[in-house]
């Protein structure tokens, strides 16, 4: 979607987009039409409403728990890149590995 489209599903001025995507906030995609928008970016922007709204975070805030989301989505994608990789292994080798992971 483009960022008017995405200004009205969250009701808010293009201003404000603006100041979300130079605080790094949201990291639209760069069309030969201005933003596009994905609905990932959306639940993050509505995160974001939250945080700044009923929660009252301010912007440090806001920059810490945009950047532990961003944190816990790569740790999530290595997580499911290593559970593939031990799925790939024999069926030994797969106890092993999570036998020890049970040690933890």
Do not use: Y
Not at 1 to 24: S, T, Y
Not at 34 to 57: C, H, K, N, Y
């Amino acid at each position: 979607m483009n960022d008017r489209e995405f200004c009205e599903h969250l009701e808010i001025e293009v201003k404000v987009l603006r100041i979300w995507v130079e605080q790094c906030w949201l990291m639209p995609e760069e069309a030969a039409t201005g933003w596009s928008f994905e609905e990932a970016d959306l639940a993050r922007a509505r995160l974001i409403q939250d945080l700044t709204g009923p929660m009252g975070v301010n912007d440090d805030g806001v920059d810490v728990a945009m950047e532990l989301l961003d944190q816990i989505h790569g740790l999530r994608g290595r997580l499911s890149a290593l559970m593939s990789a031990i799925r790939a292994q024999e069926p030994e080798v797969q106890r092993l590995i999570l036998s020890r992971v049970d040690e933890l």
